[in-house]
């Protein structure tokens, strides 16, 4: 069966300081990778997707950025946070043609908060 | 105007009542609606899914979607407290990427 998992659950940290958050999955090979943001009330914002090692697609111009070194890896950087950037991070996976719909498989989400 | 809209609530029923949450939508070319819930601290995970228009029913659930008016509509009947969970619309696009509503936030109070 398929997993995936993102660490870390929680963060807390200063503004002006570096992120990396971390996605991983098992069970599938060659899925198509998402990271989305998730403000309280406001849906889920699509941030980047990729299809494949090195392709990252950016949906939202801003001071994050994406990378997938390895084809079941997603990293979600950004060298310097602001508090704008406070929120539900979710990264999800997918495979297509699996079926009629993009069904989505969502991990476990890490809270970041900018002080 | 956003391509999905849904009042993100919150919503707040008693336990054993019918409840109906709703979204429209701009699009008439969208032909996939889903419906994911959502648990605190949680993933969203997909609930159900619908093709065009007309009724799909799993158990206690019933989404719905209405193309003339662009309406979709997920009920839920005999309500639970587990069912409290933000349940967020969406549809897809015709490069497969998912138009998300904003979610609505439920509570079944028992």
């Known amino acids: 069966s398929q997993t995936i998992h993102q660490w870390p659950a929680t963060l807390v940290q200063p503004v002006g300081s570096p992120l990396s958050l971390e996605c991983t999955v098992e069970g599938t090979s060659n899925p198509n990778l998402y990271w989305y943001r998730q403000a309280a009330g406001r849906g889920l914002q699509l941030l980047f997707y990729?299809?494949?090692?090195?392709?990252i697609s950016s949906e939202v111009p801003q001071n994050l950025s994406a990378s997938r070194p390895q084809d079941r890896q997603f990293i979600l950087s950004s060298k310097k946070l602001l508090l704008s950037d406070s929120g539900f991070y979710l990264c999800?996976?997918?495979?297509?043609?699996?079926?009629?719909?993009?069904?989505?498989?969502f991990g476990p989400g890490t809270r970041l908060t900018v002080l | 105007q956003k391509e999905v809209e849904q009042d993100p609530g919150p919503l707040s029923v008693p336990e054993g009542a019918i409840v109906s949450l709703n979204c429209t939508y701009s699009n008439s070319a969208f032909q996939y609606f889903m419906w994911y819930r959502q648990y605190s601290r949680k993933g969203p995970e997909l609930l159900m899914y619908?093709?065009s228009s007309g009724n799909k029913e799993d158990g206690r659930f019933t989404a719905q979607v209405d193309k003339s008016s662009k309406y979709i509509s997920l009920f839920i009947r005999d309500s639970q407290p587990s069912d409290s969970a933000t349940y967020l619309c969406?549809?897809?696009?015709?490069?497969?990427?998912?138009?998300w509503g904003a979610g609505t936030k439920l509570i079944i109070k028992p």
């Open positions: 999800a996976w997918s495979v297509t043609l699996r079926g009629p719909i993009n069904e989505q498989f």
């Open positions: 990729s299809v494949g090692i090195g392709q």
């Open positions: 969406a549809t897809m696009d015709s490069n497969y990427q998912l138009i």
């Open positions: 619908t093709y």
